[in-house]
């Protein structure tokens, strides 16, 4: 097996990209094509639950909260800023995340392999269904991806042009995504693994610049141990808990992790993402490619962990969202990074044509259901089920608050909170009685609102007479009501009365 031809070495003094390293007309032109049409769908489609949820995180931006670190809601701060608090404004950053996150991953691949693989590449994230879903909404791995592909591009910057100042950068983008999502820490683990490993980069321990670059990493991330500090480290206990959950060996999770990869990367870019990264860490451990090295470190530690955390719990398929542009590379690398016989090289040139092909059809296929759903049955869980029917149910909840007197609207989940609270604005307060930790960066509720009635609304499965009675003296089942689209019924909301509250009890 040849080894992945070595990009030539670049002087660390040229700028900018050369008249021939550069997107061809054609890719360019795909990548600002699918950013029109994100746009479009940014402002067509309801709220996931997720982004409704982050949005009151963004409604007072904190130094953090009990999810994750806060970028995510600074982000949605800015949209709003921008195109204001609509979907369209919420999204807004996820939209600009698209847009550039192409060019980097280009630059990146172009850097360590060439324009040839670089342009193959950035096709094939474009075919990815998850990248295609992730560059319309907005959650913590919009900026988690943003901020992972920035640092390894500065990372590639370093390699070819061996100018240590561009650790300050490296440092710059890590501490960024320390504020993004805490699975962003294993930027900091790849670093290391690639110093250690590749003997030539070793001096880099003797870089003032490489010790400041960490510095900056560690600084940026100050708010998040701030906020975590003033609230009994809440956020850390969630998050790394998860570590040491579900000890018992099985096969079942991985099965679905590998499942899910399959289907979001594009059951043939994954085949060819699984190859290639095999190929890579081949050409890093017996050929000694320095390029290969630094991709294939930048993916092992946090791939690691995922394969061992998936034999004994479940791995959510977001989770490796960060990696999907190196396995993108890696699925390039496949195609064209070693050399081959003619008819071989047809070959898989072919392969790769369907690869794009497919993905993009599939990337297609779901931006039209989440549009025009294929299939509309009473009771259909798919993800895109979250956005649809909340307009004119918000709209029947208003009408009964008004009707019963009640002054603000309880809830006991964080999806039914945010979505109404985003509908409800500037009518009704919407309040969780539960997880209260959720919403402590928000004001708090007038205390003479919380003491009238209130219109207590929840998912029937989820509702718990036991749960009002604990919170209000009064508790009247009135109704179940369902949110529709299209004359179908999507989930049906159990609806009571309830009066009495302690607002001191609920504020806390």
């Not at 640092?151 to 983008?173: I, K, Q």
């Not at 759903?373 to 259909?380: A, I, K, R, T, W």
């Not at 003491?451 to 749960?467: F, G, N, T």
Request: aromatic share 10%; glycine share 8%; proline share 5%.
């Amino acid at each position: 097996m040849q080894a992945i031809p070595r990009r030539p070495h670049v002087n660390h003094l040229q700028s900018g990209l050369t008249s021939v390293d550069r997107p061809t007309a054609a890719l360019t032109a795909a990548i600002l094509g699918m950013a029109l049409v994100r746009l479009w769908l940014a402002g067509q489609l309801g709220l996931t639950d997720d982004e409704a949820y982050y949005r009151l995180w963004a409604l007072a931006p904190a130094m953090s909260y009990f999810d994750h670190p806060p970028m995510v809601a600074w982000m949605i701060a800015a949209g709003r800023w921008v195109a204001g608090d609509s979907a369209l404004g919420i999204r807004f950053s996820a939209l600009v995340v698209s847009l550039l996150g192409p060019f980097v991953l280009w630059r990146t691949a172009s850097i360590l392999f060439g324009p040839s693989i670089a342009r193959r590449a950035v096709w094939v994230a474009l075919a990815m269904p998850l990248l295609a879903v992730g560059g319309v909404i907005i959650t913590p791995d919009t900026p988690s991806v943003l901020f992972w592909g920035l640092a390894g591009w500065a990372l590639a910057e370093l390699h070819v042009s061996r100018n240590p100042n561009w650790w300050l950068v490296v440092g710059l983008f890590a501490g960024l995504g320390l504020l993004s999502k805490y699975s962003n820490l294993f930027v900091g683990a790849s670093i290391v693994l690639w110093l250690a490993l590749v003997r030539a980069n070793r001096s880099w321990f003797c870089s003032w610049q490489l010790w400041a670059g960490g510095a900056l990493a560690c600084l940026l991330a100050v708010p998040v141990l701030l906020w975590n500090a003033q609230h009994d480290w809440v956020s850390l206990a969630k998050q790394f808990g998860r570590v040491g959950h579900g000890r018992q060996l099985t096969v079942v999770y991985f099965a679905e992790f590998v499942g899910a990869s399959l289907g979001l990367m594009s059951p043939l870019i994954a085949i060819l993402a699984a190859l290639g990264f095999a190929k890579v860490v081949r050409s890093a451990t017996s050929a000694g490619d320095q390029s290969s090295a630094l991709l294939a470190a930048g993916m092992l530690p946090f791939l690691s962990y995922l394969l061992l955390h998936s034999v004994h719990d479940r791995v959510q398929a977001n989770w490796l969202a960060p990696l999907y542009p190196s396995f993108a590379i890696c699925a390039a690398v496949a195609l064209g990074g070693i050399e081959t016989p003619r008819r071989l090289g047809q070959a898989l040139g072919k392969l790769g044509r369907w690869a794009i092909a497919i993905g993009l059809l599939l990337s297609g296929l779901l931006y039209w259901h989440a549009v025009q759903p294929f299939v509309l049955m009473p009771g259909q869980v798919d993800p895109t089920s979250q956005t649809r029917g909340w307009r004119e149910f918000a709209a029947e909840i208003e009408r009964l608050r008004t009707s019963t007197g009640a002054c603000w609207v309880a809830t006991s989940s964080y999806a039914t909170t945010g979505q109404l609270a985003y509908q409800l604005k500037n009518k009704a307060p919407v309040v969780q009685l539960t997880e209260r930790v959720r919403y402590l960066h928000l004001p708090s509720v007038d205390a003479a609102v919380l003491s009238c009635p209130a219109l207590y609304v929840e998912l029937e499965r989820r509702s718990s007479r036991s749960l009002l009675e604990k919170h209000f003296r009064s508790v009247d089942r009135r109704a179940n009501l369902s949110r529709n689209y299209r004359g179908i019924s999507i989930a049906t909301y159990a609806i009571y009365l309830v009066a009495g509250a302690d607002p001191a009890a609920l504020q806390r």
